[in-house]
């Protein structure tokens, strides 16, 4: 028996869904494309269900990719059972698509969920009237408390029903007409959505307490997580090391190359797992949208909207997230030039390489000196931003995003979201990065184990004379060039080269460098995922683009800095 | 803004009150609004206005809605007293 | 940055004493907390202290508010 589980977004689907497969399901996307699909198996009473759960949508007109998807799966697919899942305090809203689903003739069970946060604002609903107005069974539950699924579980082993709904005049006004008659409204006192609006909407404190709560994200990232990242680093230098020190070019090849490779990137895992718990938290409290409302009027200036914001801080984490989270824009504009500039966003991996040269060329002004990196990045970012919406991607966005309730986030949801989303990360950077550290690994080892002979320092002294007007030596452009796998690399491979920084350069190269560091290109991992969200033509864009502003600017920074 | 004027949803200011009564726009919008639940003859409360996008209530729901199509929805404005 | 959230926290708890709303009391204990909390996370983590870890003093406030709004 094959379930399709539709309804609006936020009615607490996957938390349904969970309930009902008891947390046995798996995340993956339609195919070919990005929209994510939830499929879950689940025995009752001896009985195979396979539930799908389709993306969250307001109807069925196919106007976004998340629409097509779903009224495809219902055409092509025919599954069995519709559950339609409706947000019991929005009922009217949330019966457009039920009504909407009618002409399909499949079998329907409709699901009123949540309906504890309805009561709690006064709304009660008949639902033996509506089941009979509908003509399909209705049953109340709250997903997350488990309350109801027994109930449900019988009626889907009683198959449903094909819903028989007269549509007087429009569907509009049927939903109109059909929820005047259930739903009954009693007085509400002030709920808790009201009152947490008040302030963190408030006219002046809105905006300082995003801000904080972005600060405190970063703490909980970057800082909380420091123990397990040191662990891990130090995990995989004790077994490369063991491992290049058995004799043998295979060793070499597992220790130098692969574990080594797979520990740069695994060593950011916890920094990335803290950061989608926060995301997760932020998301699933309801807050997200009401950061969207605050932070409109100043994106709007750079030709993005709010919508923009949170993938562009994601990036000061780790671009790979922030580019897939671009994902929540439906304007097809704005999505693009925020995935495209989201690389200027300094990611943490860009860190080290400022603490290597600001600290040998800037000792007294590390920290101003870094902060500015970081500052003129999002700079950058945002005159990008508006270039390519002004010449490339014009065109005004449109959009419409519902507030939801504040919800005290629960565990199983946060830990959820976080796991699916750190276990792509890791599929789509590392399978990128493993083959990388191969070829790495064979570039620097081959024809001789010397780095400096072998094909990577050949390569490195032949490209030398396109950064000569910078004036940086072949170790630079080595350790650049390496750096396009992982921005991590660039320091690494300068410590491998042994190279004397401060005597073969120079104060004004050395900032040229950082900035150029800052700006060149996407890390392969990165451009894996642009070319995943926004196909070929935009990855080689941006590798193009971010080429050419990074050469210009460093070249600029370092006439100026000489001058000064 | 002068008596039983009708204007864009975009111009109303914060705590203004009206009524949809037309959307204008691509086929596109339009569903979109329709689907929210944003149709003729529902009342409309903006709940913020501050030069970004706007803040509205609606039907119990609130809405976060982009200037762009914020001028595509054609309000009845109430005179406040 | 730290001292800036604290910052924030206080503005709020004046913000509500000035306008006279409970609300603003009610969200600036919230955020106190859960800045108390990270603050603590951090000093387990890597031992930098804040002062941000008194924020659990807000816990009362939190509650008193948490039963005059009746939320």
Redesign the interface.
């Known amino acids: 028996m094959k379930i399709a589980m539709i309804g609006n977004p936020n009615v607490g689907k996957t938390a349904l869904l969970n309930a009902l497969t008891g947390g046995n399901f798996e995340v993956g996307n339609f195919p070919g494309t990005t929209v994510e699909k939830k499929e879950g198996k689940a025995k009752i009473d001896g009985k195979e269900i396979l539930f799908v759960d389709l993306p969250g949508i307001y109807s069925l007109e196919a106007h976004s990719l998340d629409e097509k998807v779903a009224k495809d799966f219902l055409t092509k697919e025919r599954p069995d059972l519709i559950l339609n899942i409706v947000n019991a305090s929005n009922l009217e809203r949330n019966l457009y698509l039920t009504l909407q689903l009618v002409d399909f003739k499949i079998p329907m069970i409709l699901v009123l969920n949540m309906i504890d946060e309805a009561e709690k604002r006064g709304i009660r609903i008949d639902a033996e009237r509506l089941s009979k107005i509908l003509g399909i069974p209705v049953i109340k539950t709250v997903a997350v408390k488990g309350i109801g699924i027994e109930e449900l579980k019988r009626e889907i082993l009683r198959g449903g029903k094909v819903p028989r709904v007269e549509i007087e005049g429009n569907i509009i006004k049927t939903a109109e007409k059909i929820a005047k008659k259930v739903v009954r409204v009693e007085e509400r006192r002030i709920d808790l959505t009201e009152i947490l609006d008040d302030v963190f909407m408030d006219k002046h404190l809105g905006i300082p307490i995003f801000i904080a709560f972005m600060w405190m994200m970063f703490t909980f990232t970057f800082t909380v997580a420091t123990p397990l990242t040191d662990l891990i680093d130090s995990a995989f230098s004790v077994l490369a090391e063991y491992v290049s020190s058995l004799n043998g070019i295979v060793f070499s090849l597992i220790g130098d190359g692969v574990i080594k490779g797979v520990g740069s990137v695994l060593v950011f895992l916890p920094n990335i797992a803290f950061l989608f718990v926060a995301l997760s938290l932020l998301e699933l409290s309801g807050y997200m949208p009401r950061a969207v409302y605050l932070m409109d009027k100043i994106m709007t200036t750079f030709g993005l909207t709010g919508r923009s914001v949170i993938p562009l801080i994601m990036g000061f984490g780790c671009n790979v997230p922030a580019v897939m989270a671009t994902r929540s824009i439906e304007d097809d504009r704005v999505r693009i030039a925020t995935l495209l500039v989201n690389p200027f966003i300094s990611c943490s991996a860009r860190l080290p390489i400022y603490v290597l040269f600001a600290g040998l060329f800037f000792p007294n002004a590390k920290t101003i000196v870094i902060m500015s990196l970081y500052a003129f990045g999002v700079a950058i970012a945002l005159i990008s931003a508006l270039i390519f919406r002004k010449v490339l991607l014009r065109g005004e966005a449109e959009y419409i995003i519902e507030l939801p309730p504040y919800r005290i986030p629960n565990w199983r949801d946060v830990w959820i979201l976080t796991w699916n989303r750190t276990k792509h990360f890791l599929q789509k950077a590392g399978t990128v990065i493993l083959g990388m550290s191969v070829v790495i690994w064979f570039l620097t080892n081959f024809p001789t184990s010397n780095i400096e002979s072998s094909y990577a320092g050949t390569l490195g002294k032949l490209l030398q004379p396109i950064f000569a007007p910078m004036g940086w030596d072949w170790q630079f452009v080595l350790a650049i060039l390496m750096g396009a796998v992982a921005k991590e690399v660039v320091v690494e491979t300068l410590s491998i080269l042994n190279t004397p920084i401060s005597q073969i350069m120079t104060t004004s190269q050395a900032l040229a460098f950082m900035v150029f560091s800052l700006l060149y290109m996407p890390c392969i991992a990165t451009l894996a995922t642009i070319k995943a969200e926004a196909g070929w033509k935009w990855s080689i864009f941006a590798v193009i683009y971010s080429f050419t502003v990074a050469y210009f600017v460093a070249f600029v920074v370092e006439v100026i800095a000489r001058l000064i | 803004m002068s008596l039983n004027s009708k204007v864009p949803l975009i111009m109303l200011r914060e705590g203004d009150e009206g009524v949809v009564v037309d959307i204008i726009g691509g086929r596109g919008a339009v569903s979109k609004l329709l689907a929210l639940g944003i149709v003729p003859g529902k009342k409309v409360k903006v709940l913020g206005n501050r030069g970004g996008a706007i803040l509205i209530s609606i039907n119990g729901s609130k809405f976060v809605v982009g200037r762009g199509l914020a001028m595509k929805v054609i309000v009845h404005a109430k005179q406040k007293n | ?2 001292a ?2 604290l910052a ?2 206080s ?2 708890f004046l ?1 509500g004493f000035i306008v006279k ?1 409970r ?2 009391g ?3 204990s919230i ?1 106190a907390v ?2 108390a909390f ?1 603050m603590t ?2 000093f387990l ?2 031992g ?1 202290f804040s002062y941000g870890i008194f924020g659990y003093f807000a816990l009362p406030a939190f509650i008193w508010y948490r039963k005059r ?3």
Do not use: E, G, P
Request: charged share 5%; aromatic share 14%.
């Open positions: 940055m730290n800036f959230v924030v926290i503005v709020t913000k709303k609300s603003y009610f969200v600036a955020i859960i800045f990270l996370l951090v983590a890597v930098t709004l009746a939320v």
